[in-house]
């Protein structure tokens, strides 16, 4: 990396350091608002509240990020401008891109930084916290349900008394029924627990009821293994995290699948798909590019204010932020109305701002 490039590297970083952290360390302070009194009555250990408030905030990282981006692109620039940095360096030869070079670069850093934490952390972090609220920040007690699954493609019905959310690979209470194409059953096995072991399935006392095509009951086939106490079902290829995800309501607990899991309830479910909920894995999707966009869009408006005072730099970035925001909420409203089809509204907002970006870039001199 060139010095120049080091230069801009960290004239850029200082302040995005400083803007994220005052932002995080502002919603950090509006939840303890609302929290503090339950925190002091339950005494939770510091890492506990460490972690709560980690996980509360991985949600708004998606949000935060592009803002404190926007607004340490629009003061770097205003800097380089207000010192005469800028032509400096542009009467050694250099062009705007190579300048803005690392500005991207951390910008796009940041976009795969979201779309990660959106996949792989926010969602189990938004769910710990409720649940830490929900029993007033003591000990997470097991979340332990009844589920009910369908698998559409293997025409299985699994019906399980007893799952441990954190521990999916052991079923209490299991009824397995196998259906014909015609949905009429071939047989119910009913075992006392499941266990999910190097890839198959294990059913332990497992019991059969055999139907015929007409649905009546029918004696068993002849299968030594239908006398195995513990038998293992290769033919079986449900996961232990598909039950996970079945066993969520998908209309109050979205929010804690991950991208890969709504595309695998979508799947599952065919018939929940509604315009909402097709919104909401494109706009998980876009948003994290909101990161690159954003400061696309923010460089030049930087070099426009760069003769003028900083404050109103300021303003600027707070007007860009609440104008991209709004246009997110605005499509959000369309797809409700049925106005915009999902796809084209999550992406509606980088697409403008984009291409306002690279036009403002263009004419630069």
């Known amino acids: 990396m060139k010095i120049l490039q080091k230069y801009v590297l960290r004239e850029f970083l200082l302040p995005f350091t400083y803007c994220f952290c005052t932002f995080y360390g ?16 339950a005494h ?70 979201c779309a990660l934490n959106q996949e792989f952390y926010a969602p189990q972090g ?10 007033n920040f ?34 209490e209470g299991v009824r397995v029924s196998l259906e014909r194409p015609d949905r009429r059953k071939i047989v119910d096995i009913d075992c006392q627990r499941a266990e999910y072991l190097d890839g ?5 006392s497992p019991q059969y009821r055999y ?43 979205w929010d804690y699948f991950s991208l890969r899991d ?36 923010a460089i030049p408006a930087g070099v426009a204010t760069g003769r003028q005072s900083v404050f109103k730099g300021v303003l600027m970035a707070i007007g860009l932020f609440l104008a991209f925001y709004l246009m997110v909420l605005c499509c959000r409203l369309t797809v409700s109305y049925g106005l915009l089809a999902p796809l084209l509204a999550a992406w509606i907002p980088n697409l403008i701002f984009l291409a306002a970006g690279l036009l403002l870039f263009r004419r630069l001199r």
């Open 26 to 41: 502002l919603y950090v302070l509006s939840t303890l608002f609302s929290t503090f009194k339950k925190l002091m009555e």
């Open 44 to 113: 939770p250990p510091a890492g506990y509240v460490v972690r709560y408030l980690v996980d509360y905030m991985s949600p708004y990282v998606v949000w935060l990020l592009p803002a404190s981006l926007m607004l340490a692109a629009l003061y770097t620039m205003w800097r380089f401008c207000h010192h005469s940095e800028i032509i400096a360096m542009r009467a050694s030869g250099l062009s705007y891109a190579t300048v803005v070079a690392p500005m991207l670069g951390v910008a796009t850093v940041a976009a795969l930084f």
């Open 126 to 135: 938004r769910e710990f916290a409720r649940r830490a609220e929900d029993c």
């Open 138 to 171: 003591r000990s997470l007690p097991p979340d332990v349900r009844p589920i009910k699954y369908y698998n559409y493609a293997g025409r299985r019905i699994w019906l399980v008394n007893r799952m441990d959310l954190a521990n999916p690979r052991v079923l």
């Open 200 to 204: 198959t399935w294990y059913l332990y």
């Open 211 to 253: 139907y015929g095509a007409t649905g009546a009951p029918i004696d068993p086939p002849a299968n030594p293994l239908l006398g195995l106490t513990v038998r293992p079902m290769q033919e079986f290829n449900e996961k232990p995290r598909d039950f996970v995800i079945a066993g969520r309501d998908p209309y109050t607990e």
């Open 262 to 297: 709504k595309l695998w309830w979508l799947k599952a479910n065919p018939l929940g798909r509604d315009p909402g909920k097709m919104y909401d894995i494109h706009s998980t999707i876009a948003m994290p590019w909101a990161c690159l966009v954003i400061t696309l869009f």
